[in-house]
T-cell receptor, first 111, second 115 residues
Framework: SQQGEEDPQALSIQEGENATMNCSYKTSINNLQWYRQNSGRGLVHLILIRSNEREKHSGRLRVTLDTSKKSSSLLITASRAADTASYFC???????????FGGGTRLMVKP | NAGVMQNPRHLVRRRGQEARLRCSPM?????VYWYRQLPEEGLKFMVY????????ESGMPKERFSAEFPKEGPSILRIQQVVRGDSAAYFC?????????????FGQGTRLTVV
């Protein structure tokens, strides 16, 4: 079963609006990461947040982590059409600290 | 230092043929991980290899799939007698140490289409 589950599965917003995606996971983690994947392309690493961190920023991205609720959120502020992509959360914890991915949120930003 | 290189980028096979997917890790990386992504889904772990060793193959289907990472050369994911359900994107990642979560880099993937 998947460790991370994203919510919503799909999100459509207008350019300039903020987009919030949520991720829930089941077991203890050392860190949680967010990735972006443009259609038909590879993964782009966005941000990593460690289990002892509550919030992290990178440009227009803001990630929060609530280990008590086993959940994380990714906020993209002032969205652009170029932000249209699928966004995945990934958690560690397996042998070799392998990453376990959620099902993703498909974000569409309309110009 | 080139990133993780996967080839081919696109592969079309007829049902029953064999598919061989290659992954050249980043220079100095001795750990390779293979993931499969079905359409509209997330990545699912398949196998974790170090040079000449399979460390964890818990995500590999029991039949038709095999993987290797020889002392020299790329890691190979081999799918025998492909079926339509094998159509997916296959990604590999590599890391220098046994810490994929913080040290791994992903390739661009191989998109396998079985016709």
């Amino acid at each position: 079963s998947q460790q991370g589950e994203e919510d919503p599965q799909a999100l459509s917003i207008q350019e300039g609006e903020n987009a919030t995606m949520n991720c829930s996971y089941k077991t203890s983690i050392n860190n949680l990461q967010w990735y972006r994947q443009n259609s038909g392309r590879g993964l782009v690493h966005l941000i990593l947040i460690r289990s002892n961190e509550r919030e992290k920023h990178s440009g227009r991205l803001r990630v929060t982590l609530d280990t008590s609720k086993k959940s994380s959120s990714l906020l993209i502020t002032a969205s652009r059409a170029a932000d249209t992509a699928s966004y995945f959360c990934a958690t560690d914890g397996g042998a070799g600290n392998m990453l376990t991915f959620g099902g993703g949120t498909r974000l569409m930003v309309k110009p | 230092n080139a990133g993780v290189m996967q080839n081919p980028r696109h592969l079309v096979r007829r049902r029953g043929q064999e598919a061989r997917l290659r992954c050249s890790p980043m220079k100095g990386h001795s750990h390779v991980y293979w993931y499969r992504q079905l359409p509209e889904e997330g990545l699912k772990f398949m196998v974790y290899l170090q040079k000449e060793n399979i460390i964890d193959e818990s995500g590999m289907p029991k039949e038709r799939f095999s993987a290797e990472f020889p002392k020299e050369g790329p890691s190979i994911l081999r799918i025998q007698q492909v079926v339509r359900g094998d159509s997916a994107a296959y990604f590999c990642a590599s890391s220098p140490v046994d810490r994929m979560a913080t040290e791994a880099f992903f390739g661009q993937g191989t998109r396998l289409t079985v016709v």
